[in-house]
């Protein structure tokens, strides 16, 4: 059985950071490609980040700000977020994507609250 969960969302100040962690079983991690996408109200889910065996690729909006990794051996991604703006305000959702297509998962989401 495919599970992908998400933690670490929460509410925080413009300026502040979260992580937040993907915690995922029923596949072969090492061979899917990670992403985060987010989707705000009444807004498309866009693509946040992603990382391959080897590389990672970042929306033009949070780059410098958000790194995404990830943990074969816990089976985890993580994307850390800093300097946290309101615009970032959004579900975050964790996406397993298998590197040669087909098989794609997703999580539940957890919500991110940037405000003061």
């Known amino acids: 059985q495919v599970q992908l969960v998400e933690s670490g969302g929460g509410l925080v100040q413009p300026g502040g950071s979260l992580r937040l962690s993907c915690a995922t079983s029923?596949?072969?991690?090492?061979?899917?490609?990670m992403s985060w996408y987010r989707q705000a109200p009444e807004k498309e889910r866009e693509l946040v980040a992603s990382?391959?065996?080897?590389?990672?690729n970042y929306a033009d909006s949070v780059k410098g700000r958000f790194t995404i990794s990830r943990d074969n051996a816990k089976n985890t991604a993580y994307l850390q977020m800093n300097s946290l703006k309101p615009e970032d305000t959004a579900a975050y959702y964790c996406n397993a994507r298998h590197v040669f297509g087909g098989a794609h998962y997703w999580g539940q989401g957890t919500q991110v609250t940037v405000s003061s």
């Open positions: 029923g596949f072969t991690f090492s061979n899917y490609v």
């Open positions: 990382i391959t065996r080897g590389s990672t």
